[in-house]
């Protein structure tokens, strides 16, 4: 069965590190933890009445390297052992078409998710959103520059939001509106997306057989009281459409099931399944021989979220909305208070260069949490 996790090894490092020697620096294994503000920020799309609006939260990153603790206005990540900036890029395009049923134009726009490399560097695409271009028919393109059918007949616009990171998992919801002439709603679907960061962009991942037949009996059951279930008919069997959210000592899973009235009905019917214990076995090993021997380091049984560090010498854990990192020494690290907590990355410092280090430590960069 273990090997039917190993898709989201990912989610949180086994401990394959060594434990330290007495001459090795305590802080090696970094922090970055990624809280959602309160606000929320408008994606951008075309300026149009037939698109409809999409939120996604502000995201805040707070750093420690065992001393101190720094916030960003940002989402830093850590990609193929550098830190990199996330940013939402869109490119909008104009599509004309000369057919015989008439002049008609489409107009869409897609979001990418870019990152940068905090110290300079080439920008690089990891993922885009959904993008289908439009084709009425067999026929000729009309140049950009021709401005005589230049009018709006179809649009579609493809956006996202960041849900949550774990490691190297990304959760991600995505949106497609779809909006044709003499229509009078938009269309369009809504999809969920995990996926694992890799030093080729995002792959693809698949939700473990025993899992899914989980969501299956719980999915059964809930149809039979709740009469909104039974309008919805489970998406999770796809590839990705699940999200994952910090719980407990582990995740809890939200799964994605669609309407079966209307498959271009953009709302979710969700199903949520936690996994209080993680979902990979040889991380679940890890914390309870952690728990074991660190009985009295913290409240195990009162703490909302936690996650014991690679080399299991120290824990990350939220208890009252307040958020900790201890080590076994009895070292503690104050990251105040943090609301929506939506994932982390343990982050080997030993691997970033003197200019990461520089910057992620620099006052001039940050302002202290």
Not at 125 to 136: A, K, N, Y
Not at 144 to 152: A, C, G, L, N, Q
Request: proline letters at 5%; hydrophobic letters at 35%; glycine letters at 6%.
């Amino acid at each position: 069965m273990a090997s039917e996790w190993r898709f989201l090894r990912n989610v949180f490092p086994a401990a394959r590190e060594k434990q330290p020697s007495a001459g090795e620096s305590p802080s090696r294994w970094q922090l970055l933890v990624f809280e959602a503000q309160p606000s929320s920020i408008l994606s951008e799309v075309p300026e149009s009445p037939h698109i409809s609006k999409f939120n996604r939260d502000q995201w805040r990153t707070l750093w420690s390297d065992g001393t101190a603790v720094h916030s960003f206005d940002e989402t830093l990540v850590c990609l193929s052992d550098r830190i990199h900036r996330l940013r939402n890029d869109a490119i909008t395009k104009t599509k004309a078409h000369r057919c015989r049923e008439g002049n008609l134009c489409c107009r869409y726009k897609f979001e990418m998710l870019t990152a940068e490399p905090v110290t300079g560097g080439k920008a690089h695409v990891l993922w885009r959103s959904e993008q289908r271009f439009l084709d009425f028919c067999n026929c000729e393109l009309i140049k950009e520059s021709d401005t005589k059918f230049k009018r709006i007949d179809t649009e579609e616009a493809s956006r996202f939001a960041i849900c949550s990171i774990f490691g190297k998992t990304i959760s991600i919801d995505s949106v497609t509106d779809e909006y044709d002439i003499g229509a009078g709603q938009p269309r369009g679907g809504r999809v969920w997306h995990t996926l694992r960061i890799t030093n080729h962009g995002l792959k693809k991942t698949r939700m473990p057989k025993p899992l899914l037949q989980r969501a299956d009996s719980l999915y059964a059951q809930m149809r039979q009281t709740d009469s909104t279930a039974q309008d919805y008919d489970p998406n999770y069997l796809e590839t990705e459409g699940f999200l994952l959210r910090p719980h407990k000592g582990g995740v809890s899973i939200d799964f994605q099931c669609d309407s079966h009235n209307d498959p271009c009905d953009p709302t979710l019917y969700c199903l949520r399944l936690d996994e209080p214990s993680g979902l990979d076995a040889a991380y679940k090993v890890q914390t309870d021989a952690f728990v074991a021997a660190h009985p009295t380091l913290v409240d195990w049984q009162h703490l909302e979220v936690f996650t014991i560090a690679p080399d299991g010498e120290s824990v990350l854990y939220l208890q009252d909305q307040q958020l900790y990192w201890r080590t076994t020494r009895g070292k503690t690290v104050e990251f105040g208070p943090v609301s929506d907590l939506r994932g982390w990355q343990w982050v080997d410092s030993s691997r970033l260069n003197r200019n990461e280090h520089h910057w992620l430590a620099a006052p001039s960069q940050v302002a202290a949490s």
